[in-house]
């Protein structure tokens, strides 16, 4: 999962500029020589492949993911990630329900981009967001790939 950061005063947009995945599901050999005629579709190191046999045995591959962006199926961005701390309701020895930080933070979605089927076109960059004040902030891009298997990413800008 990479970005490119565009800082411009106290703003900054993100730009996806590419997603890799090594996915293996089923061995494509094997599934060559115990296939009948028909077409099954399989993913071999991160490209999803159409195996077609004929009646005469003639096997064709068609590979169904041309770009890295064929993969992708929605992703966001949470631009302050680090701003809304994770809280949990725990009960103590003296059996009272008290609040807790996990020590992690929860995702906001401030903006998002997804394939739809009347506009299967993805932005690959986002709207420029606008920091109130300067200073380090953390920004968290997850990107869910077309099986529905989430990546995230966290960049740190620093805004003057």
């Not at 009948?36 to 399989?42: A, D, I, L, T």
């Not at 967001?129 to 989430?150: H, R, S, W």
Request: aromatic share 10%; glycine share 4%; proline share 1%.
């Amino acid at each position: 999962l990479n970005t490119k950061e565009k800082i411009k005063g106290k703003s900054v947009t993100i730009e996806l500029t590419d997603f890799v995945t090594h996915y293996t599901q089923d061995d494509i050999e094997e599934l060559q020589q115990s296939m009948r005629s028909g077409s099954k579709v399989v993913i071999e190191d991160g490209q999803i492949i159409k195996v077609e046999k004929d009646k005469n045995g003639i096997i064709t591959k068609t590979i169904l993911t041309k770009d890295w962006s064929d993969w992708i199926d929605y992703w966001a961005i949470d631009f302050n990630y680090e701003d809304k701390k994770e809280i949990i309701k725990i009960k103590n020895e003296e059996d009272e329900t008290v609040e807790q930080w996990t020590g992690n933070y929860l995702f906001e979605n401030e903006w998002q981009s997804f394939r739809t089927r009347k506009n299967p076109a993805l932005e690959f960059i986002s709207i420029a967001y606008e920091y109130k004040k300067a200073g380090k902030y953390k920004v968290m891009v997850k990107v869910v790939d077309i099986l529905g298997i989430d990546t995230s990413k966290i960049i740190e800008v620093q805004i003057k």
